[in-house]
């Protein structure tokens, strides 16, 4: 998506979001600015682009913004702290619940659709959309999504003259999907599955019956191919596709499933269960489970794969881990593999797609890499060992956050650094083999 393209899209998601719940008599506009802001703040970049996009998306709105340019909101820390906007539901959006639940309507599902589409727009202006940024944007939407919930506010079911899915939504997501650096095969297998749930409802709109089908996954890899990342994504798609009510995701590990005492496992899988329904539950490190001496994992295991089989409508479950261990798994419990649909496999990446995660990483936070730094790179990662422990994605945001510490180190006796001195990265800054 060009950049040109990215901001008319944000600009038009501000719009949509403004001009939809204010012809259902409710002024957003307060909500609108902080949750773009809040969003900028937790990105922590403020690249020219995002911040271009901003003024001229606000504009409209606050005209004054259009005599600021991206370097004066920056010097005055314009958007510092805004990020506490996600911590908890707005007053106006208490207002909105209020006013369903009084009059039966369902403005308060919208404004949660159109935030989701604001914080896309916005994300979609950055080189490399960070892990940081995926969190914030799920946990906000999860926030909204378990008020509507504890209030008994139900999202209405899309309708459609046509009988079909809500496409645009899922093109969406899956643009997002092509946007991520390797992950060519898994790219492929997720469109598949995309494939299959339109059919299937092409198919219900001309009255064929469809088969009944488990949709639960096994992600297998090494740390940081992306494997949690692509699970998000998944959530949101199966939700645009009609498959998930909420598509959102909710992350645990053996920790969080395993209770101490005897027949209290269960109980704790349940409730985990019930907080994930409508959406995505990952079982990060799902192995684990299978190991130890206690009983007590395959005391969850058992109850998880009894909730797969009950909510198999309801509930996507997303195993992940290293391949090996995860067969371990299978092994323990044949009622598991027959409950899972498919197996992705996530490689390690590439050295040239490593230093692309990084190049994006770097544009995105408005650093440059000079020709002698990109080759003082080009050999870091060439000769990194590549172990079962090797962190992939995560390993190059170690080292992007160890040359900012090495540039920040090397200007800090600087006493007046140009333009120039405060974003190229040097080859010294690049951090020596551990």
């Known amino acids: 998506m060009s950049l040109v393209t990215a901001t008319t899209t944000f600009t038009a998601a501000i719009r949509t979001f403004v001009d939809d719940l204010d012809e259902a008599g409710f002024d957003v506009v307060p909500d609108v600015f902080e949750l773009a802001r809040a969003a900028i703040d937790v990105d922590g970049f403020l690249t020219d682009e995002e911040l271009a996009a901003f003024i001229i998306g606000f504009e409209r709105i606050h005209p004054r913004l259009g005599e600021f340019t991206p370097g004066d909101l920056r010097r005055q820390e314009a958007f510092r702290g805004a990020r506490r906007f996600f911590q ?50 799920d946990g906000f939407r999860a926030t909204l999504t378990n008020r509507l919930t504890a209030a008994g506010l139900v999202r209405p079911k899309a309708t459609s003259t046509s009988g079909t899915v809500p496409m645009s939504n899922a093109e969406d997501v899956l643009a997002e999907l092509d946007a991520l650096v390797g992950l060519d095969d898994v790219k492929h297998r997720v469109r598949q599955l995309a494939d299959l749930l339109r059919i299937r409802a092409l198919r219900t709109s001309h009255d064929l019956p469809n088969p009944e089908l488990s949709h639960h996954l096994a992600f297998v890899g090494n740390p940081g191919t992306g494997k949690t990342t692509v699970a998000r994504l998944i959530g949101r798609l199966y939700s645009a596709l009609g498959l998930l009510d909420r598509g959102h995701v909710v992350e645990v590990d053996r920790a969080s499933l395993v209770a101490g005492y005897v027949g209290q496992t269960a109980a704790k899988v349940d409730e985990i269960v019930e907080s994930a329904r409508g959406g995505v539950l990952v079982v990060d490190e799902a192995y684990s489970l299978a190991r130890g001496t206690d009983g007590y994992g395959v005391e969850a295991i058992d109850a998880l794969v009894k909730r797969m089989e009950d909510l198999r409508g309801e509930l996507v479950v997303v195993l992940t881990g290293y391949p090996n261990e995860m067969q371990e798994l299978l092994d323990v419990n044949p009622g598991m593999r027959s409950r899972l649909a498919r197996t992705i496999e996530f490689a390690d990446y590439t050295d040239s797609e490593l230093l692309r995660i990084l190049s994006g990483m770097v544009r995105s936070a408005r650093y440059e890499l000079d020709p002698a730094t990109r080759q003082e790179l080009v050999n870091r990662i060439d000769t990194v060992q590549r172990g079962r422990s090797f962190g992939n994605g995560r390993w190059v945001r170690n080292v992007f956050e160890q040359m900012l510490l090495e540039h920040a180190s090397r200007l800090a006796n600087t006493a007046h650094p140009t333009l120039e001195d405060l974003s190229i990265l040097k080859p010294t800054d690049v951090p020596e083999p551990e």
């Open 88 to 137: 908890e539901p707005s007053p106006i959006f208490e207002s909105l619940v209020d006013a369903d639940l009084a009059s039966g309507t369902s403005n308060s599902w919208r404004y949660v659709d159109h935030a989701g589409e604001l914080l896309r727009s916005l994300a979609a202006l950055d080189g490399h959309v960070s892990h940081v940024e995926l969190n914030s944007m």
